[in-house]
């Protein structure tokens, strides 16, 4: 269970989970609507709307990619939901996919008739981290991200591990990224144990990193449990995100994935620890551990080749 101010949801994570959504959801919608993208709805669409097929159902499918989180896509998909007549206060958003999917979907069902149910169905790893974090945006016309978005936790949290199988290595690398800024949150032995667990890129598969998720979501989830609205202890779950984001943009957004600018971030945050705060932090470790994972590191050996982005080190 995730709990927040406004109530708890549960998190589900299992292999298949998709085609039991209808029995995990108890049938209590009068109707759902599927906002997907281009890769994944040909994956796991069909067996969704099969499984839930006693009630009405329709889907939206958005092109895949990090240009869907806009207002038009979400002034279409409204649109097409107000014109099916089908939908009132009792229907259910259901976002399949990743974290563009989920804050697209997201801020559908906050802002639809007001706000309506909400149920999450993440297919990549980077999403466990936005299954507690209850907040959802959209990429504005100038450029930015999250000035529009809405605080609005799901009613459920559905993660069918199956579909981390077909992610795309560099988008798993991506996502392992922020299940080690959990493992950093949390614990020595937590970090030692995914470390452990997956010390390079061959170990890096959807079973190795399946039975981390709900403790990955279980960090995030007790920290939003706390400070909900970002005014304090949320700023945890911005390691590595400052640098990150600057990296991330400066290359242009596609050019670095997330997790890879992030993956430099914490590098940096933690060299930038050692030199202000004068403690000392495993730096090397953490970078030979990225540099196998196939991550780049922000170092002249960097991994990923033909990426545009260059960051220096700090010393
Ligand atoms: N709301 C939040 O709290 C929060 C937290 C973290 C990240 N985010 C957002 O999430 C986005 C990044 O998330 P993401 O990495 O999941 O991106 P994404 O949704 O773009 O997915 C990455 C790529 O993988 C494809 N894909 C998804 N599932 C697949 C599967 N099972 N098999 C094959 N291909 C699959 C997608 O089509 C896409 O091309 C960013 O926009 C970021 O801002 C939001
Ligand atoms: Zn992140």
């Not at 269970?1 to 549960?10: D, H, I, K, L």
């Not at 009068?30 to 969704?48: E, F, K």
């Not at 802002?111 to 980077?126: C, D, E, K, N, S």
Request: charged letters at 20%; aromatic letters at 8%.
């Amino acid at each position: 269970m995730v709990r927040t101010q406004t109530g708890s949801y549960p998190v589900f994570v299992g292999k298949n989970l998709r085609n039991k959504a209808a029995d995990l959801l108890n049938g209590g919608y009068s109707a759902y609507y599927i906002i997907t993208d281009s890769r994944v709805a040909p994956l796991y669409l069909a067996d969704l709307e099969q499984n839930l097929k006693e009630k009405p159902i329709y889907h939206f499918i958005v092109p895949a990619g990090e240009q869907s989180k806009n207002l038009a896509l979400y002034e279409q998909i409204i649109t097409d939901m107000l014109e099916k007549k089908q939908y009132d206060r009792g229907c259910c958003v259901i976002a399949l996919g990743g974290g563009v999917v989920g804050d697209l979907a997201g801020f559908v069902a906050a802002t639809f008739l007001r706000g309506v149910a909400f149920i999450q169905m993440p297919t990549t790893l980077l999403a466990h981290d936005s299954t507690s974090a209850g907040k959802w945006g959209l990429i504005t016309p100038l450029e930015k991200k999250n000035l529009i978005g809405a605080f609005y936790p799901p009613k459920a949290v559905i993660y069918d591990t199956a579909a981390l199988e077909t992610l795309p290595l560099r988008e798993l690398q991506s996502g392992f990224v922020e299940l080690v800024k959990h493992s950093f949150i949390d614990s020595a032995a937590f970090y030692e144990q995914l470390k452990a667990a997956i010390p390079d890129q061959k170990a890096l598969t959807a079973e190795a990193v399946s039975p981390f998720l709900l403790r990955g979501i279980g960090v995030k989830a007790a920290i939003v449990e706390r400070d909900e609205h970002e005014s304090g202890l949320r700023t945890h779950l911005n390691l590595g995100h400052t640098l990150g984001h600057a990296i991330e943009k400066e290359a242009g957004f596609g050019a670095l994935t997330h997790g890879e600018g992030v993956a430099i971030g914490i590098l940096f945050a933690m060299q930038l620890s050692e030199a202000y705060y004068g403690v000392k932090l495993p730096v090397q470790e953490v970078r030979e551990w990225f540099a196998k994972l196939g991550l780049p590191t922000g170092s002249s050996s960097r991994a990923r080749a033909g990426s545009t982005c260059q960051a220096n080190e700090v010393r």
